[in-house]
């Protein structure tokens, strides 16, 4: 398999939304663009898009959102602001949620000096990721205020109780890359000094022998890193990891905080939900395409409007790839998510 690389989509701003214990905050803005692509200052006040990035909260980069992201929703003449967190398992899940707040915070009180403020129609955004940003995106729906006026949920975490995850998966289609032990993986799970947090690292798909001949040059770290990944992954450890599972006197106790931050149990029936639309390829073997289904039905039974967007064959990552319209595959994966978010911001 060979990854395409493909550059990051320019003009862009970039600006430190804040501080965790001395480890900067980054967020990159790219501002919405006429056809020409010439940044549009006389378009008036524009959506934008709040952009969560995906890596099992262990890894991933802000930086360059999956490459369809820039280009479809400045097709729309949006802005996008793509935000940084810090990984576990230096810091904790609770941690990695205030990191979105910071980024959030500083959006309202910041983008319309940034972009002029006869240029950004503030209380007009979606939130939106895939995968862990996914399920962070849903979190915003109803931790907000304001809340999104949608959502795009790209393959996202609903259920973290999923007794899926506490499953060994010796035949993941992700092998371990580097030459560490099991006990040097063990050791780096441990390293929990959230002095030592990192926002950004490669993509196991970003790594050799996936992708070669650019510039970028990973290091020792990197590697470490998506190694972890797929160890977690392989061994039923993912959880466990994420919200050290050694803190809770009883399974009682871990279970429900694992439901605390899970969509199909935060979001309240009783309460307003934003629209959400859902893509998920069918054949996911990192987050059962049934938790989507879930998601989807209950929301249903709230009233809530959800678009759901299944792709047959498909597996985590289908779309993260696709560049732009003539890519077979954006007709099915991206032009809906367009169509559902204009539909709600105009």
């Not at 070669?212 to 290091?219: F, H, R």
């Not at 792709?311 to 890519?327: I, Q, R, S, T």
Request: proline share 8%; aromatic share 10%; glycine share 6%.
């Amino acid at each position: 398999m060979d990854t395409p690389v493909i550059p990051c989509p320019t003009p862009f701003i970039d600006h430190i939304a804040g501080q965790a214990l001395g480890i900067d905050l980054p967020l990159r803005i790219w501002p919405a663009v006429k056809k020409d692509g010439e940044i549009g200052r006389e378009l008036g006040k524009r959506p934008w898009v709040f952009w969560i990035h995906g890596g099992a909260f262990m890894y991933g980069k802000h930086y360059v959102p999956n490459a369809w992201v820039i280009p479809a929703f400045r097709s729309l003449s949006y802005h996008v602001v793509s935000v940084s967190y810090r990984f576990v398992p230096q810091v904790t899940h609770d941690d990695i949620v205030s990191d979105i707040l910071t980024a959030y915070t500083w959006c309202r009180n910041n983008l319309e000096a940034v972009l002029g403020k006869g240029n950004v129609a503030l209380d007009s955004f979606v939130s939106a990721g895939d995968s862990a940003g996914a399920h962070l995106a849903l979190w915003c729906g109803n931790h907000l205020s304001p809340p999104p006026k949608a959502i795009v949920d790209i393959y996202g975490l609903t259920s973290l109780d999923d007794p899926f995850y506490s499953l060994s998966i010796p035949d993941l289609p992700l092998p371990i890359l580097g030459n560490s032990s099991t006990e040097e993986l063990d050791k780096a799970l441990e390293n929990r000094d959230p002095k030592n947090a990192v926002i950004t690292s490669a993509f196991t798909l970003e790594l050799e022998p996936y992708t070669s001949g650019t510039n970028y040059q990973p290091t020792i770290k990197d590697i470490l890193r998506a190694d972890m990944n797929v160890y977690t992954f392989k061994n039923g450890l993912k959880m466990n990891n994420i919200f050290r599972r050694y803190l809770f006197e009883t399974e009682e106790d871990y279970t429900k905080e694992l439901q605390k931050w899970s969509a199909m149990y935060h979001i309240d029936p009783a309460n307003n939900y934003p629209p959400v639309i859902i893509v998920h390829g069918k054949s996911d073997t990192i987050v059962p395409v049934t938790q989507s289904h879930q998601l989807a039905e209950k929301l249903r039974k709230m009233g809530v409007e959800v678009r759901e967007n299944y792709v047959d064959g498909m597996d985590h990552l289908f779309e993260a790839y696709l560049a732009g319209p003539e890519d077979p595959m954006w007709e099915k994966a991206v032009v809906p998510v367009l169509a559902f978010v204009k539909k709600h911001l105009g």
